[in-house]
Antibody
């Protein structure tokens, strides 16, 4: 069974750093891209970026380039999303998801983690 | 960047109703479109990919159609568990991923 298990909720102060995780199991972790999606309170889904754990190739949405860092450790089947200096506007639910790519059907997120709630408040 | 616009933003319907949600792309995306369902407090779930292919395990009352710029998600006979928010996502140009703003399906 494919599973993506994310780290727990975080409460941080503005200016602090944070790294959240997403552990994959039940499939070949190095063979699929993993993406991160932000959902601000009461809002829609925003794609942040993706990483290919096999070679750490990383692509960012222009909206998030330079704002976050996506990484992966294939030895422990875990992807990460990190911030060096959080802002109140980073308060959101963050989801990781496995990206399925098929030549005749495009690229879609077929399995999702349960989400990590990040709250940034002074 | 390709923009995705869903309509309506919200819709009220009753159990047993047929409901259609539309999604329009700002430029042609062939059939590279997916639909997701999100229930409150839960992660999104893939329903439809490639505009009309049903993801494994998704009930057959869900169907998708369209190509180019105009797409629809239809629920043929609403069930109580279908009340949720639905998002479309374009999958035309890797790695770019754009979601629609969502359509909230509420109980009338």
């Amino acid at each position: 069974e494919v599973q993506l298990v994310q780290s727990g909720a975080e409460v941080k102060k503005p200016g602090e750093s944070l790294k959240i995780s997403c552990k994959g199991s039940g499939y070949s972790f190095t063979s699929y891209w993993i993406g991160w999606v932000r959902q601000m309170p009461g809002k829609g889904l925003e794609w942040m970026g993706i990483i290919y754990p096999g070679d750490s190739d990383t692509r960012y949405s222009p909206s998030f380039q330079g704002q976050v860092t996506i990484s992966a450790d294939k030895s422990i089947s875990t992807a990460y999303l990190q911030w060096s200096s959080l802002k109140a506007s980073d308060t959101a639910m963050y989801y990781c998801a496995r990206l399925r790519i098929a030549a005749r059907s495009g690229h879609y997120f077929d399995y999702w983690g349960q989400g990590t709630l990040v709250t940034v408040s002074s | 960047d390709i923009q995705m616009t869903q309509s309506p933003s919200s819709v009220s319907a009753s159990v047993g109703d047929r409901v259609t949600i539309t999604c329009r792309a700002s430029q042609g995306i062939s059939s590279w479109l997916a639909w997701y369902q999100q229930k409150p407090g839960k992660a999104p779930k893939l329903l439809i990919y490639a505009a009309s292919s049903l993801q494994s395990g998704v009930p057959s009352r869900f169907s998708g159609s369209g190509s180019g710029t105009d797409f629809t998600l239809t629920i043929s006979s609403l069930q109580p568990e279908d009340f949720a928010t639905y998002y479309c996502q374009q999958a035309n140009s890797f790695p770019h991923i754009t979601f629609g703003q969502g359509t909230r399906l509420e109980i009338k």
